[in-house]
């Protein structure tokens, strides 16, 4: 692959993470932690982004108080980004990728756009579904990557597959998504076949989403534009205007362009992938010991069974337990039943904010 054909992936790594509190802090949002193994979600997204004859280097998109942590695990990785910007405030996806195709000095760049904090277990599959889908990115169409459901799930948006596009291996057009169903409705989908869980990685041109931006959301547009036009440089680090970017709406990338634009196409994928939006979901997906628990740290646990406990600071002993998230980080605890952990962001809310 000649180097104006490389792809630019486009790192967001912007995310609070209250979902997996206590662990997941605002100073220290899941994607820096190492929650799956030896290196943060950070790091692993990084890693699957190392092949050079695909890839160029990274434009990250993240939080200017999370610039420190960043760095210091780029550094460990021994990789570097062609752009490291920095936002000043949160306005969601949207107006973050708009803020990288800015950057991209060749507007036809064609950009993977990936959250920070996901796992994808079979790296090869997902690299195989980048490739054949760049065609497609070449030609101006917005792809999207749609995961193969494993069951109703009811904490993803769905995308259904219309008609496949003339000329791609494995590509179809987007019909219509779906924002996170009940578990009926998510039933019903996966009986009728042709839908697929929204993972919120795209692959398209510079340019193509910027246009797209541009019609359905001009003011977005006008505020990035604004924002990278004052921005300041220091090196390859970016830090946009705050006062023009603050004018911009705050919305993500599915509401603000993907529903709304005609040529949208998606690509199915099975590439082991976990969003690890919850500590439920860090159960699914991690190797359980002979007694059905996950568990790291000092943990003791006797004649206990399908729990998910995490020790951080303190030693934790169970007996004749079962079905129980355990979550300890220095001087919190957190226990909830295993199936209700996607409520644990309330918990956070509460208390973060004291009441």
């Known amino acids: ?5 490389l792809i630019t992936p486009v790192i967001l790594s912007g995310g609070s993470g209250t979902r997996l509190w206590p662990v997941s802090t605002a100073e220290r949002p899941k994607q820096f932690l190492k929650l799956t193994g030896p290196l943060s979600m950070f ?10 004859s695909l890839f160029d280097l990274p434009i990250l998109v993240g939080g200017a108080k999370h610039v420190v942590l960043a760095n210091e695990q780029m550094e460990r990785m021994e990789t570097q980004a062609a752009f490291h910007i920095l936002e000043p405030c949160p306005r969601s996806t949207a107006p973050a990728i708009a803020l990288a195709a800015l950057a991209c000095e060749d507007p036809q760049r064609v950009m993977l756009v990936i959250p920070s904090d996901h796992v994808i277990k079979d790296i090869s599959a997902f690299q195989d579904a980048v490739r054949q889908s760049l065609p497609l990115a070449k030609a101006q169409w917005l792809v999207t990557f749609g995961i193969e459901p494993s069951g109703p799930e009811t904490g993803y948006g769905y995308i259904q597959q219309g008609e496949p596009i003339a000329g791609s291996s494995n590509s179809y057009a987007a019909r219509r998504f779906v924002e996170k169903p009940g578990r009926d ?9 042709g839908y697929h869980w929204n993972a919120g990685i795209f692959l398209f041109r510079a340019d193509s989403y910027l246009q797209a931006l541009g019609k359905y959301a001009p003011e977005m547009l006008t505020a990035a534009q604004k924002a990278m036009q004052l921005a300041k440089k220091d090196k390859n680090e970016i830090r946009p205007d705050e006062a ?3 004018l911009s709406p705050s919305d993500s990338i599915d509401y603000a362009v993907m529903e709304k634009a005609d040529k949208v196409a998606v690509t199915p994928v099975n590439p082991g992938w976990s969003d690890v939006g919850s500590w439920d979901s860090l159960f699914d997906i991690s190797v359980p010991d002979d007694q059905s628990n996950v568990t790291s740290g000092d943990v003791l646990a006797i004649d206990a069974n399908n729990n998910l406990i995490h020790a951080d600071g303190l030693e934790i002993s169970v007996l004749g337990i079962s079905d129980l998230i355990i979550i300890a980080n220095g001087n919190k605890l957190m226990i909830v039943p295993r199936g209700q952990s996607q409520n644990v962001k309330e918990i956070a809310a509460k208390r973060m904010t004291g009441d």
């Open 1 to 5: 692959m000649n180097l104006p054909d």
């Open 43 to 52: 790091q692993m997204t990084l890693e699957r982004c190392q092949d050079r």
């Open 244 to 246: 023009s970017f603050a």
């Open 185 to 193: 409705a998510a039933k019903k989908m996966l009986a009728a076949g």
